[in-house]
C-alpha cells in the first residue's frame, strides 16, 4: 500500500511514517515543517533509505500544490494528521486555526477527489467534544460536540467537512470514506527509541515533566489542586503513541468506498497531574518539583474515553496500559537526547 502521511514530521505523523515503513508500505510525508521536526524525517530515511520513503515541503492548504505532489508520487491512502494543535494559541488566533484545520483538509479533500484517492483518516481530537458534565464521562461517541475553543470548533467542522464530502462523492457515483479518531492525551515515544516526543514550543505534561527532571526547567506547574478527583489534580486518559497508530492502521483497513466512521481512542480510564509526576519520579528517580497555580480556564476535572466502540468494531486493544511503562518509553528517548531532536 502507498500511503501519504500529512504532517508526518510531527510527533504523532512520524510515528505512523515509522508503522507503515517498517510493516512495508510505501509512505509519502507531507509536511510544511511549521511545527514538524525536519529530525524526524532525517532519523525515518536512515531507517529505510529507499524510494518506499518520500518526503515533499509542502502546506496542506494548497492544494494545486498537493495535487502536483500526488501526480509525482500516487498514493492509494492518506492519514492525515497536519494541524494545529494548542488551545491557548488558537483563543488568540482563530482565523489560523480554521485556515490550517479546516481549510487545509479542504483543500486535502480537493486534491485526493482530482487523483482518485478515496480513502482518509482524520486525525481529531476530544476537544469536540468540549466540556462534558461528569455524568457523560466515559466519554462516548454519543456525547454531544460543543467545542468550547476555536482548536476544537476547526476540528469539528473539519469532521462535518468530510461527512459533506462522503454525501456528494455518493451523489457524484465516485468512492469516497473516511474515518475519524477522537483521541485525548497522547503520550510516550517509539518502544525501540528510534523516534521521540519534542514539539516547540512544549505543553504536554509527561515530555515537560521530564525536562524538569532534567534540570532543564526549574519546577512543572501544577494549574489547581481543588478539582474534585482523588488528589485534587486533572484528570486524563493517557493512550500510548504506538497503541494509537495501531488504530489508525486498523481503521484504514476498514474503510469501504461510501463509509464514514468515528471512533473514540483511549484507555477506558485516567491518570492525574499527580499521579503523572509520581510515575516520573519512579521511573527516572529523579526529583520532579513542583509549584501550584491557579486554575486554567476550561479545563475540566476529568476527562477520559469510553472506548468500547472501536475495541469491538476494530478488535483494537491497547498494549501499554501501565503509566509507568508509558512514562518510560518517554524517558529512554528523552535521557539519550536531553535536547531533543536537537
Not at 515543517?33 to 532525517?42: I, Q, T
Not at 462534558?132 to 467545542?147: H, K, N, V, W, Y
Not at 486554575?295 to 501501565?322: C, K, M, Q
Request: net charge negative; glycine share 8%; proline share 6%.
Amino acid at each position: 500500500m502507498r500511503v501519504m502521511v500529512t504532517g508526518g514530521a510531527g510527533y504523532i505523523g512520524s510515528h505512523a511514517a515509522l508503522r507503515l515503513l517498517s510493516e512495508g508500505a510505501e509512505v509519502l510525508v507531507v509536511d510544511n515543517l511549521s511545527r514538524g521536526r525536519p529530525e524526524a524525517l532525517a532519523q525515518l530515511a536512515l531507517l529505510r533509505p529507499s524510494q518506499a520513503f518520500r518526503t515533499e515541503h509542502c502546506d496542506v492548504t494548497d492544494a494545486r500544490a498537493l495535487s502536483a505532489v500526488l501526480e509525482r508520487h500516487p498514493v492509494d491512502a492518506v492519514l492525515h494528521f497536519a494541524g494545529k494543535a494548542y488551545v491557548g494559541e488558537s483563543v488568540d488566533d482563530p482565523a489560523a486555526y480554521a485556515w490550517n484545520n479546516l481549510a487545509g483538509t479542504a483543500a486535502l479533500l480537493q486534491a485526493m477527489a482530482a487523483a482518485g484517492v478515496w480513502r482518509m483518516v482524520f486525525s481529531s481530537t476530544c476537544a469536540t467534544y468540549g466540556e462534558p458534565p461528569l455524568a457523560l464521562i466515559p466519554i462516548s461517541e454519543e456525547c454531544p460536540q460543543r467545542p468550547v475553543n476555536p482548536y476544537g470548533r476547526s476540528k469539528l467542522a473539519a469532521e462535518e467537512l468530510l461527512e459533506d464530502e462522503r454525501i456528494a462523492a455518493g451523489r457524484a457515483g465516485r468512492p469516497f470514506a473516511y474515518a475519524i479518531l477522537r483521541y485525548f492525551n497522547v503520550a510516550g515515544c517509539d518502544r525501540q527509541g528510534r523516534l521521540g516526543e519534542d514539539h516547540r514550543p512544549e505543553t504536554h505534561l509527561v515530555p515537560i515533566a521530564l525536562e524538569v527532571a532534567l534540570r532543564q526547567r526549574p519546577a512543572l506547574s501544577i494549574h489547581g489542586v481543588d478539582y474534585p478527583t482523588q488528589d485534587g489534580t486533572c484528570v486524563r486518559d493517557y493512550v500510548h503513541v504506538d497503541d494509537l497508530i495501531d488504530a489508525h492502521l486498523l481503521a484504514l483497513e476498514s474503510l469501504t468506498p461510501g463509509t464514514g466512521r468515528k471512533w473514540n481512542v483511549g484507555l477506558g480510564h485516567g491518570a492525574s497531574v499527580m499521579e503523572v509526576i509520581q510515575s516520573v519520579r519512579r521511573v527516572t528517580g529523579r526529583e520532579v518539583p513542583t509549584v501550584v497555580g491557579p486554575r486554567r480556564e476550561g479545563d475540566p476535572p476529568i476527562l477520559f474515553a469510553d472506548a468500547a466502540r472501536i475495541r469491538r468494531e476494530l478488535g483494537w486493544s491497547p498494549r501499554v496500559t501501565e503509566l509507568d511503562e508509558i512514562v518510560s518509553s518517554a524517558w529512554r528517548w528523552r535521557e539519550r537526547h536531553p535536547r531533543g531532536y536537537a
